[in-house]
């Protein structure tokens, strides 16, 4: 297998472990995609945020010819992958940034950009830290740009739907299992066991934790979309609502 390969095996790889979690995974990038475009037109900057291995910019690209991309993230193994992906590639630019780092957007090889992205990421922070970051993401978004985040997030209002909605996709995932879907454990236990990978994951797994370990307790953290629309509002964005959900994700869009 050429290198090439390997690191799209990888990207396919961890494309297939995250739709075990969320199989309208594609639906929600597409519906990021379309608001992008139609904010921030066919040729856009785009910040990646927290990119993990560069899913979105991978979409973004293909769907864009004429975009251009700046990832940045924190973790040394998903960046090794992004890096291998895209190598050669000039639309793209990979940063390495900590985002509770207060001067993290100094990292940034752009001052502003027209529109901001991320999915399945900033539930790792806690309530204060996110709130302080949706206010640094408004900053570096040029007037008229748009942020998108693509998340855990849930409407309580209806908390039987809710349920039902939960126990046919528990019902799901166990049947993907069965036929050999990789879980969030599984998949880092195969990324520590590439040679390839196997110092990135290490690094990581000193600076963000082992996810083959047993789960740790988080503390409180925001989880409805509500709490996030009033976040956004808070730091200054100019609009702010839901654009697409499933029964336990949903994707907000705010406009500075």
């Not at 790792?124 to 748009?146: A, H, I, K, S």
């Not at 985040?149 to 349920?163: F, G, I, Q, V, Y």
Request: glycine share 6%; net charge negative; with cysteine.
């Amino acid at each position: 297998m050429t290198e090439t390969a390997t690191w799209q095996a990888w990207q396919d790889s961890w494309d297939r472990q995250q739709e075990w979690y969320m199989p309208d995974r594609e639906e929600r990038f597409r519906v990021m995609l379309d608001m992008v475009e139609a904010l921030a037109g066919p040729e856009p900057a785009v910040l990646d945020l927290a990119c993990g291995t560069g899913s979105i910019t991978d979409r973004l690209l293909k769907r864009f010819p004429g975009a251009r991309a700046t990832g940045v993230d924190i973790d040394p193994a998903l960046l090794t992958i992004a890096r291998g992906h895209f190598a050669g590639n000039d639309r793209v630019e990979l940063v390495t940034a900590d985002l509770t780092d207060p001067g993290w957007t100094g990292a940034l090889p752009h001052r502003a950009y027209d529109a901001v992205v991320t999915a399945t990421a900033l539930h790792w922070l806690d309530t204060e830290p996110l709130r302080v970051l949706y206010g640094q993401v408004r900053d570096v978004l040029r007037d008229g740009g748009v942020f998108l985040n693509a998340d855990h997030m849930t409407d309580e209002s209806a908390p039987r739907l809710n349920a039902a909605a939960q126990t046919l996709h528990a019902a799901r995932q166990e049947r993907a299992r069965t036929a050999g879907a990789l879980d969030w454990r599984d998949w880092w236990t195969e990324v520590a066991a590439d040679p390839a990978l196997a110092g990135p994951a290490e690094r990581r797994f000193a600076l963000l934790g082992d996810p083959r370990g047993p789960a740790r307790p988080t503390p409180d953290r925001p989880t409805t979309t509500r709490w996030h629309l009033d976040a956004l509002r808070e730091q200054g964005f100019a609009e702010a609502r839901q654009v697409w959900c499933s029964h336990c994700d949903a994707l907000v869009a705010a406009l500075r």
